[in-house]
């Protein structure tokens, strides 16, 4: 079976058994609407799906999906930002109230920063110019002695990277006015695939503890 035909399978198993189980509640949600209370913004990876590792259903969470996901900062260059006119959908069309970014283990995107552009491939410039976003990340984790392996390096950028989303969250004055008001509470989470550890960056300490 090629792997179009297998998705094509999964499709028919999905509408006879859960929309078919489900079928009211999806009705209700295309008549009257989603109104998801969380955004999360993941990485595009596929072992990634925040869906499947909250056990959320649809209509739950809004999820913007992009590579290493990043948030960047608010700016008006350029006219094509597709996460940021995501994220002006969530908080000021939806008003979510929690806006997560979920970063994860092993990302390629964060990977591909600390390397840098694998060749002249056309390709390598839009992921070199998007993953620009993090080179903090990238600057913090270099400048550390105690990190003498890539992994480690990678380990440590993929934190840095989330922190640094978070703080680009807030240059968006729609986002800002939200936090000062405790109606939107953003939230930075990791999840190991290797382990199945999720952690979230407690504010506090600014460390990631497990959940
Ligand atoms: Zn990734």
């Known amino acids: 079976m090629s792997a179009i035909e297998q998705l094509i399978a999964g499709y028919r198993r999905f509408r006879g058994g859960y929309y078919e189980a489900n079928r009211e509640r999806l009705v209700d949600l295309a008549r009257y609407g ?19 590792i909250t056990d959320s259903t649809p209509g739950e969470l809004f999820v913007v999906r992009n590579v290493a996901n990043l948030v960047p900062p608010c700016e008006g260059e350029g006219i094509w930002h597709g996460t940021s006119a995501a994220l002006q959908f969530a908080v000021c069309g939806l008003e979510v ?14 990977r591909s920063l600390l390397e840098g552009p694998g060749g002249d491939r056309a390709g390598d410039k839009f992921i070199a110019d998007w993953m620009s976003v993090a080179d903090e990340a ?16 990678a380990h440590a950028c993929e934190l840095a990277a989330i922190e640094i989303s978070l703080a680009n969250l807030e240059t968006f004055p729609w986002i800002r006015e939200r936090t000062e008001q405790a109606r939107l509470h953003l939230h930075g989470w990791y999840y190991d695939m ?18």
């Open 34 to 52: 989603q109104s998801p209370r969380i955004a999360v913004v993941a990485c595009c990876d596929s072992r990634v799906d925040p869906a499947v």
């Open 97 to 110: 109230e929690d806006l997560v970014v979920l970063g994860h283990a092993r990302c390629g995107g964060i």
């Open 138 to 153: 990238r600057k913090r984790v270099l400048d550390r002695a105690d990190l003498p392996t890539l992994e480690e390096q």
């Open 194 to 211: 290797m382990s199945g550890d999720l952690l979230q960056l407690d504010a506090s300490s600014g460390r990631f503890v497990s959940v």
